[in-house]
């Protein structure tokens, strides 16, 4: 099956750094990637769609300079939050779809920042 | 920005008894999709319901949809303990030119035994 990994798994940063986190497509290329955030006891919150060599489509009310989106190859997608503060605490989802017009779509297990 | 909502948010129930959980949203959508996540963990893709469907089955779970009501329900038969973990379904539709997929607010079910 289809796999997606994240790297880290967990990260602890101090405020005020910035932290990248990796998502691969191991054994596909994913044309289309998906950055989701997820707060404690809450669901899944779609941040923003990236397509492999454009700029990134954010969700309304994420903000684009805050959470930095590379899509740099057909395999790897990456977010950075930038100078990261505490409220930035969360578990980032990945997710990639295959191909054009795939609709089934393959989740990462999940990084887990805690920003001090 | 999500989907819809699910109901119950929170169901607790002895091992061997039924669990129903529903979900509800808003845009017509290409087919909806059920997940599970243990706490802390990823996510387990359950089953997938495409818009022309009306009922599916897998194993111990039954997933209906009604696209007139925009609702699904998701029936897991004879639970184990196991299956505590929270549930969320999910719409896969076209919004800003992309096929994305919204999430529901998810349902927490423990199953005691």
């Known amino acids: 099956g289809a796999v997606v990994s994240q790297h880290p798994s967990w990260v602890i940063c101090k405020s005020g750094t910035s932290v990248k986190i990796e998502c691969r497509s191991l054994?596909?290329?994913?044309?289309?990637m998906f950055w989701y955030r997820q707060f404690p006891k809450q669901s899944l919150m779609l941040m923003a769609t990236?397509?492999?060599?454009?700029?990134?489509?954010?969700e309304q009310g994420v903000e684009k300079d805050k959470f930095l989106i590379n899509h740099a190859s057909l395999t790897l997608s990456t977010l950075t939050v930038t100078s990261a503060h505490p409220e930035d605490s969360s578990f980032y989802i990945c997710s990639a779809r295959p191909g054009l017009g795939g609709r089934e779509q393959f989740f990462g297990p999940g990084t887990r920042l805690t920003v001090l | 920005s999500q989907q819809g909502e699910e109901d119950p948010q929170a169901l607790s129930i002895q091992e061997g008894e039924n669990a129903t959980m529903n979900c509800s949203y808003k845009?017509?959508?290409?087919?909806l999709q059920w997940y599970r996540q243990n706490s802390g963990r990823g996510l387990v893709h359950l089953i997938l319901i495409r818009s022309n469907e009306r009922e599916k089955h897998s194993g111990r779970l039954r997933v209906t949809l009604d696209t007139s009501k925009k609702s699904s329900s998701l029936l897991i038969t004879a639970s184990r303990a196991a299956d505590t973990a929270s549930y969320f379904c999910a719409t896969d539709s076209l919004s800003g030119g992309y096929n994305k997929l919204i999430f529901g607010a998810g349902t927490r079910l423990a199953v005691h035994p």
């Open positions: 990236s397509n492999e060599g454009s700029k990134a489509t954010y």
């Open positions: 054994d596909f290329q994913a044309t289309t």
């Open positions: 845009t017509s959508i290409n087919n």
